[in-house]
């Protein structure tokens, strides 16, 4: 089995895990965030890929934060693709580093997005993947529509990337 297909398995077990968690952070993100443009948030599961048939281990999720700083307030320029707030997904990595930073960084880890990355956080989550390992696959729940070229760089550097409503339930 490859490894594309464990994370898928791994996924479809958890599926309205990964689903529930997304919604939360829509909401909260659409409520907290200090862009004016859009609320979005992001974090990293650590998902326990051990393959075994009767494995029940649930993913932990944990590094999550919504788009946007208390400085956003007064800088964003609530234009699309350039409203120069800060990403979720950036300081989700930022986050996962530091506190990864004295110790093995894990595998197995899913990066889950409200919205599909851009293509600065396709390219700084594809470092990632580059560079340790560190990041298998992303999961989101609502396409990017009007720039979706950030899947086809996150796929261009081996990751997976699913839209949670097209993860297939495991049976």
Request: proline content about 1%; aromatic content about 8%; overall charge negative.
């Amino acid at each position: 089995m490859s490894c594309q297909t464990d994370v898928r398995v791994y996924l479809g077990r958890h599926k309205k895990l990964f689903e529930n968690r997304l919604r939360y952070l829509k909401e909260l993100a659409e409520t907290e965030t200090h862009c004016r443009r859009k609320g979005t948030g992001s974090g990293i599961a650590n998902c326990f890929m051990d393959y075994k048939e009767d494995c029940d281990e649930y993913p932990i999720f944990g590094c999550e934060f919504i788009n946007g700083s208390e400085s956003s307030k007064k800088t964003c320029t609530n234009q699309v693709g350039s409203c120069g707030c800060i990403h979720a997904e950036f300081k989700t990595i930022h986050a996962f580093i530091i506190q990864n930073a004295e110790c093995i960084i894990n595998l197995d880890n899913v990066l889950y997005s409200v919205y599909s990355p851009c293509t600065s956080c396709a390219n700084l989550i594809s470092l990632c993947r580059i560079q340790d390992g560190s990041i298998d696959a992303v999961v989101h729940l609502i396409d990017t529509e009007h720039d979706m070229r950030g899947i086809d760089i996150l796929r261009a550097n081996g990751l997976l990337v699913m839209k949670v409503s097209d993860i297939q339930l495991d049976s």
